[in-house]
């Protein structure tokens, strides 16, 4: 192992260790790695942005008269074309001189509208059309025999058999309070709901596995149609609109905490990956 | 006309053409929207080293009235100037191995990701703290949270098959559900934002004063 490698990932574990200090409490330690990564990231940026954009794309052109390999005229049209951005950047810092600071709008103006022209079609394309046409898969399954096409039918027909039990026993003991008179009439509410919901579960099954029809998009589209019915809000949230969004707030929440599980997950992996690295480097002072 | 009408009217110009131009496959109007675009991304580079120059001038200040914890911001200059000097001023910044390379992998990358990773043991503790099982909706997002963080670790499928085939159905149907429709809500937000913002109604990126 060579000295320098030794020295780089040293200097990488102390700023780990410097920064897992903040468990403690906010230190010293903690500042310094912050501090410092601040100004190293701002540091890398620029040196990146710099030889991406500005120097192939101004630096080059008008002052080594060289545009993409070629060579270019001085005062010639592509001159002029990096000459311009050069200088609408360059008005950017007219904000540092409060007379002359409104100048910074131009360019401004033309990055904010640019950016917001350039991202309505793909906007448009990606988040709304595309998704449309996802959540339009058919209801109804139309395949050969023997082909699968809803491979998450068992769960869901499973969960709503589960949903019609649970929706059940809620109306007949909360509601119709059928389960107040005692305690055999709530165990008798609960066994017809579980008969229900499992009569429920197998009828959806045999629809599925006749491909008559495709609970997971049946239920995607409902999901899909809650969501939205909950996000707007120009009419009030009752009658129908209230109970689709009602089930829209289950599939928010039920979406929340899948992000949230994900979430967590990806920084424990984080975590792991940050631990091994420490272990790592005690290692290779044994190697 | 030169303070407030004119960036109005290049915001509508630039885009109104940055739409258009999707529509429009002519070969000028390609070899104008490649310019345009270059522009762009210019300035976007020009705006981050802006942004540079007041953390510069925020830090300068600091040390200059001898704040109290001036010294850090000594850090973050030695930390800028180290990367500047190793990307400008060594031949080969960009070269796997180079000093500039290795600044990044062994400082930034490992403060970043430990600062990421940090986030798993508050995440943790603010939903030990937050997490109750008081309403239905609550119950819901327990239970939710609780099977993916379940299934996507090994102890899950050791416990049953089923938390596995769970969290896939949870990811790809109710969450896919609710995120389409997020995803179309925010899709036509942006879109009207974009409108306004070319059509001269959404005005906060000029800021104040006249």
């Not at chain 1, 010639?76 to 904000?95: D, K, Q, V």
């Not at chain 1, 100048?103 to 904010?112: A, D, E, H, M, N």
């Not at chain 2, 942004?51 to 510069?56: C, K």
Request: hydrophobic share 55%; proline share 4%.
């Amino acid at each position: 192992m060579e000295f320098s490698t030794l020295i780089w990932t040293t200097i990488g574990v102390i700023l780990t260790l410097c920064v897992y200090s903040f468990l403690y409490k906010d230190n010293p330690f903690y500042k310094f790695a912050e501090h410092l990564v601040v100004g190293a990231s701002a540091g890398y940026y620029l040196v990146i942005y710099y030889y991406n954009f500005i120097d192939p794309n101004v630096v080059r052109p008008v002052f080594q008269l060289e545009h993409g390999g070629q060579a270019i005229a001085l005062g010639g049209f592509e001159w002029w074309m990096a000459l311009i951005p050069g200088l609408l950047g360059l008005l950017l810092y007219a904000r540092f001189f409060p007379k002359i600071a409104w100048v910074g709008r131009w360019p401004l103006g033309i990055y904010v509208g640019g950016y917001a022209g350039l991202g309505i079609s793909p906007v448009m394309q990606a988040r709304v059309i595309d998704q449309m046409r996802a959540a339009s898969s058919p209801l109804a399954s139309i395949v050969g025999p023997g082909e699968v096409v809803d491979p998450f039918a068992a769960v869901t027909n499973t969960a709503l058999g589960f949903v019609i039990f649970a929706v059940m026993t809620y109306f007949l003991l909360a509601k119709r309070h059928l389960g107040s008179r005692g305690i055999a009439a709530m165990i008798g509410v609960i066994a017809a709901s579980a008969v229900v919901g499992y009569g429920g579960y197998v009828v959806l099954t045999a629809l599925s596995a006749a491909n008559v029809v495709s609970t997971t998009s049946i239920l995607l589209v409902v999901g899909l149609l809650g969501t939205l019915a909950y996000f707007f809000f120009s009419l009030r949230h009752t009658g129908l609109l209230g109970g689709l969004a009602r089930i829209g707030i289950v599939f928010l929440m039920v979406g929340f905490g899948a992000s949230f599980g994900y979430t967590v997950m990806s920084r424990i992996s984080l975590l792991i990956g940050r631990v091994g690295f420490l272990i790592d480097w005690i290692g290779m002072f044994s190697s | 006309m030169l303070r407030r009408r004119l960036p109005l009217l290049l915001c509508f110009i630039a885009g109104l053409f940055m739409a258009v131009q999707y529509y429009v496959p002519h070969h000028s109007v390609q070899s104008a929207y490649e310019t345009l675009l270059l522009w762009l991304q210019t300035l976007l580079a020009f705006a981050f080293l802006l942004g540079t120059v007041s953390l510069i001038r925020v830090h300068y200040h600091k040390i200059r009235n001898k704040a109290a914890d001036r010294g850090f911001s000594l850090v973050m200059f030695a930390g800028l100037f180290a990367m500047l000097g190793l990307g400008f001023f060594h031949p080969s910044h960009h070269a796997p191995g180079s000093p500039f390379n290795l600044m990044f992998l062994n400082v930034q990358v490992p403060i970043e990701a430990t600062m990421f990773s940090l986030l798993a043991f508050y995440v943790a503790s603010a939903a030990f703290r937050a997490f109750r099982a008081r309403t239905l909706e609550a119950t819901l997002l327990l239970v939710a949270a609780a099977i993916v963080m379940l299934g996507r670790v090994p102890i899950g499928e050791m416990i049953s098959s089923t938390i596995p085939e769970a969290t896939r159905w949870i990811l790809e149907v109710p969450n896919l559900a609710a995120k389409r429709g997020i995803m179309i809500g925010v899709g036509l937000g942006m879109m009207a934002t974009s409108l306004k913002i070319i059509l001269g109604i959404e005005r906060a990126w000029m800021g104040g004063g006249d």
